[in-house]
C-alpha cells in the first residue's frame, strides 16, 4: 500500500468553503507612460482601377517604404525628446501604443481547471486529517497526489463540486462494519460521478505517548467502526479502559499529542504514529485479519465507459408504489447474466412514509426506499443498457451514479503501511 505525505493544506471546513476570498487574479495598473517598443506596420494592397496610389506593385512598395521610414524617424525622435506620453505620426498627435509582448494573456480552460493525466498532481479530497485511512486511499487511488483533508464528509463532496479538489475519495462500505450510509445519502444529494474504486486493507494499532505503559490506560478512542473492529482484542489485552468515540481513527492521535494526555491511547495506523509522535503499544488490534474498507473516487464529470478492462456500475432507483418491483429490477439483471455485487436500501427522505387504504383492514404504513444497486458491467455493454432501459420501465426514478473500472489489485491481509 502506498501512503502519501501529509499535505500542507489545512483541513477544510464548511465555513473555509464559505468565507471571502480574495481574488486570484489582481489586475495590473496601466501606465501609458511607456516608451514605443514595437510597431506593427499593416499595409493593405488592393488594385483600383482608377490609376491612383496603389495602382500597381511597384507604387505599393513604394507607399509602404515611406510609411515605415516616417514611423521610424518618429520613434527615434520619441526616444531623444524623452517624450513618451504622446507622439506624432504624420503630423497627428496620439497617444502612445501598448507595447506588444506586454499584454496579458487570456485566461483558458487549462488556467481554471487543469486536467493533469492520471494520479499527477490531483487534488483529492478525503475525510478526515493526515495519517486517516483514507488519505492512505487517496495515495493508492492517485500516487503522487495532492491530499486535501476535509473534517467532514459533506465538505469533501462540496470541495469537489466548487473546484477546490479535482477528486474525493470516501469510503462506502467496511468488510466488518458494513455500510457508511451517510455516503450513500450524499451520493444521491450531490451530482458527482464515480469514476473508481479503491480497497484498502485496514491495520488498527494501539497509540499512545511514548514512556506510557499500558496498564496506565484509562480510555482509547478512536472512530466507532474501529473501536467495534476491536473491541475483543483489547478484551483479552487485558486493558480495563473506558471506549470513547472520536471523528476519525487519525484525529484520535492527534488530540492525544496535542493535549499531552498520558492515560488516553488512540486506535489508528502507523502512519498516524509517526506523524504525531506516538508509540505502538500493541500492532494489528483488529479482530478479524480480513478488515478492508472500500473507497470510491468522485469527479465532476463521468468517465467513457469501455470493455476492455472489468467495470462496475452503480445505480439508485426507486419506485412510487413501494418495493414489489424489486423483483422485476433484479431479474432484468438475472436474465442477462450480470452479477450483483451490491444491494443497499435508504429510506426515501422525499416520501418516508406510504399510506394504503383498505376498508377491511385499515391503513397499512409501509417506509419508502431508495434502492443503491452495484453489477459487474459496463455501460458499453449493450446487455447492460437493455437492462437499465428494462429497469426503467419498472421504476420511477432510475439515476446512473457511475460506471468505473473495478479494482482488481491483490489484496493482502497484511500489514500495508
Known amino acids: 500500500m502506498q501512503t502519501i505525505s501529509p499535505s500542507p493544506n489545512p483541513t477544510l471546513s464548511l465555513k473555509s468553503l464559505f468565507s471571502d ?3 486570484l487574479i489582481r489586475a495590473r495598473p496601466y501606465s501609458s507612460n511607456r516608451a514605443l517598443k514595437r510597431v506593427v506596420v499593416q499595409c493593405v494592397y488592393r488594385r483600383d482601377s482608377s490609376g491612383g496610389v496603389g495602382s500597381n506593385r511597384a507604387d505599393w512598395q513604394s ?4 510609411l515605415a521610414s516616417k514611423v521610424v524617424s518618429q520613434q527615434q525622435d520619441t526616444e531623444k525628446t524623452g517624450n513618451a506620453d504622446i507622439t506624432a505620426v504624420n503630423g497627428h498627435k496620439t497617444l502612445d501604443l501598448v507595447p506588444i509582448d506586454s499584454l496579458p494573456k487570456p ?3 487549462t488556467d481554471l481547471s487543469p486536467a493533469p493525466m ?6 483529492v479530497a478525503y475525510q478526515g486529517v493526515p495519517g486517516a485511512y483514507s488519505e492512505a486511499a487517496a495515495g493508492k487511488a492517485y500516487p503522487n497526489c495532492d491530499a486535501i483533508p476535509c473534517d467532514q464528509f459533506e465538505v469533501a463532496f462540496q470541495a469537489v463540486e466548487l473546484w477546490i479538489a479535482d477528486r474525493a475519495v470516501l469510503p462506502v462500505e467496511n468488510s466488518l462494519g458494513g455500510s457508511i ?7 444521491l444529494r450531490h451530482r458527482l460521478h464515480i469514476v473508481g474504486e479503491v480497497q484498502l486493507p485496514v ?13 496506565y490506560l484509562t480510555r482509547v478512542i478512536s472512530h466507532p467502526q474501529a473501536l467495534s473492529q476491536c473491541e475483543l482484542t483489547i478484551t483479552k489485552l487485558g486493558l480495563n479502559v473506558a471506549r470513547e468515540a472520536v471523528d476519525d481513527t ?16 488512540a486506535i489508528a495506523s502507523a502512519r498516524a504514529a509517526d506523524l504525531y509522535g506516538l508509540q505502538i503499544l500493541a500492532d494489528g488490534i483488529q479482530d478479524d485479519s480480513s478488515n478492508v474498507t472500500r473507497f470510491v473516487m468522485l469527479a465532476r464529470e463521468p468517465i467513457i465507459p469501455r470493455t476492455d478492462r472489468p467495470f462496475k456500475t452503480s445505480i439508485v432507483f426507486a419506485h412510487d408504489k413501494g418495493t414489489s418491483v424489486l423483483f422485476k429490477v433484479l431479474s432484468a439483471f438475472a436474465f442477462r447474466n450480470i452479477s450483483l455485487t451490491k444491494i443497499e436500501s435508504r429510506p426515501h427522505r422525499n416520501s418516508p412514509i406510504r399510506l394504503v387504504d383498505d376498508a377491511n383492514v385499515g391503513t397499512a404504513k ?5 434502492f443503491y444497486v452495484d453489477f459487474e458491467a459496463s455501460m458499453a455493454e449493450s446487455r447492460a443498457q437493455n437492462a437499465l432501459a428494462e429497469v426503467q420501465e419498472f421504476t420511477s426514478f432510475l439515476r446512473v451514479l457511475g460506471s468505473y473500472p473495478m479494482d482488481m489489485t491483490p489484496w493482502c491481509p497484511s500489514r500495508g503501511d
Do not use: W
Open 366 to 370: 409501509h417506509f419508502e426506499y431508495m
Open 250 to 265: 487519525a484525529g484520535a492521535a492527534e488530540f492525544i499529542a496535542n493535549n499531552n494526555l498520558r492515560d488516553t491511547a
Open 107 to 109: 485566461l483558458t480552460i
Open 118 to 123: 492520471h494520479g499527477a498532481q490531483l487534488r
Open 181 to 187: 450510509h451517510r455516503n450513500y445519502d450524499l451520493l
Open 63 to 66: 507607399s509602404c517604404a515611406i
Open 21 to 23: 476570498h480574495k481574488p
Open 203 to 215: 491495520h488498527h494499532c494501539l497509540l499512545a505517548l511514548p514512556g506510557v505503559r499500558k496498564e
